[in-house]
């Protein structure tokens, strides 16, 4: 997958992209990200990206000519042409505005974009981005979330990350993603492109210990010791709907739950009381 990042502040991406999967994913070829400083699609000579708000009010906006000069030439494909891709269900290219008043990026989402071919993510800075780009340039905005960053760097960073430890084979172990809190049954692919079979289920995922097996006074639950893979798979489960319900329980509105899970549901709530 190709991602490019179209930013004022190019310098902020040598953290967050050398490190860890996102780091190997580049390094094995399987992610080409680059960086794309929108000075460099400026003419004046103060490289002027942004300036002050038509009607008033505080603060600076980002000018749109850069964005759009520096997206065309990246040579993706037309706005109208990856709208109707995403339509018809063969999206290939998605140009993204990060913004706070974007749809909210998910799991979901970062699956979705784990299977483009491309992605570009637009950062903005100031009081916002002309909002010319999200109507006639990107053909999505994306949140991290319900409040305010000062740039979008930090999201677009969040976003490389949930989309490149997805592409197959990015993870070690492939079966670590498909545990993971969220992760639904069907949005995994494995490295033979087969879909999974053991997502987590929509819940969050369940706890993890290590060594050692007891440590000042606190123990590992019994269980985990005992080799027995069922009665574990089982543990995992129960543990797994335990903190749904405490921390998440909108999430168990999504999710596909057997007549045994809710006998548990019922006698977690019971216990609670
Ligand atoms: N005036 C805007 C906030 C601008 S913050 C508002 O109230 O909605 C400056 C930039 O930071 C935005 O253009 C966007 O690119 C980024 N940003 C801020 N919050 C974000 C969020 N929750 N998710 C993604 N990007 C965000």
Known sequence: MKADILTIFPGFFQGPLDHGITRRACEMGLAKIKVHDLREFTHDKHRTVDDRPFGGGEGM???????FE????????SRQDRIEDRILGRAKQSVIL????GQRFSQKVASELAALDRIVLICGRYEGV???VADFLADRELSIGDYVLSGGEMAA?????????????ALGNEASARQESFTSQTEVKTVDGADSTCGSGGLLDYPHYTRPAEFCGMNVPEVLLSGNHEEIRRWRHQRALEKTLRNRPDLLEGVQLSDEDNKILARIKRDQR
């Not at 520096?70 to 494909?77: D, K, N, Q, R």
């Open 61 to 67: 906006v980002l000018k749109p000519e850069p964005l």
């Open 70 to 77: 520096c997206l065309e030439s990246l040579g993706v494909a």
């Open 98 to 101: 990060l913004s706070a008043q």
């Open 130 to 132: 002309d909002e010319r």
């Open 157 to 169: 960073a969040v976003v490389i990350e949930a989309v490149t430890r997805l592409l197959p084979g």
